[in-house]
Nanobody
Framework: QAHLVESGGGLVEAGGSLRLSCADS????????MGWFRQAPGKDREFVAC????????SYADSVRGRFTISRDNAKITVYLQMSSLKPEDTALYYC???????????????????WGQGTQVTVSS
């Protein structure tokens, strides 16, 4: 079972960068696909990026492709989201999530993810 804790959020000016981290205290992290999702006030939770268990395959939302990079370090049981060229519309609560059933690729559908962190706030000022 995964126990996920996000960190690294904060306030940044437009054009700036942040790196989010998600640590998993569970023992099966290396076999799970991991995803990042976000939710802005008054909006639905949306997919941001995901990475398969080995790190060999990734997927991104169109809105962040080319600006965000997802990666993982299975030895450190941590997944990262490097965010660059941030925009005010990136402001949201960012969640990491674990999908224990994914094989091969990862999913952009949040129903596929059984385990979720508590979220970390990212605020981008204009």
């Amino acid at each position: 079972q995964a126990h996920l804790v996000e960190s690294g959020g904060g306030l940044v000016e437009a054009g700036g960068s942040l790196r989010l981290s998600c640590a998993d205290s569970g023992r099966t992290f290396s076999s799970y696909a991991m995803g990042w999702f976000r939710q802005a006030p008054g909006k639905d939770r949306e997919f941001v990026a995901c990475i398969n268990w080995s790190g060999s395959r990734t997927s991104y939302a169109d809105s962040v492709r080319g600006r965000f990079t997802i990666s993982r370090d299975n030895a450190k049981i941590t997944v990262y989201l490097q965010m660059s060229s941030l925009k005010p519309e990136d402001t949201a609560l960012y969640y990491c999530a674990a999908d224990q059933y994914a094989r091969g690729a990862c999913s952009g559908n949040y129903f596929a993810y059984a385990y979720w962190g508590q979220g970390t706030q990212v605020t981008v000022s204009s």
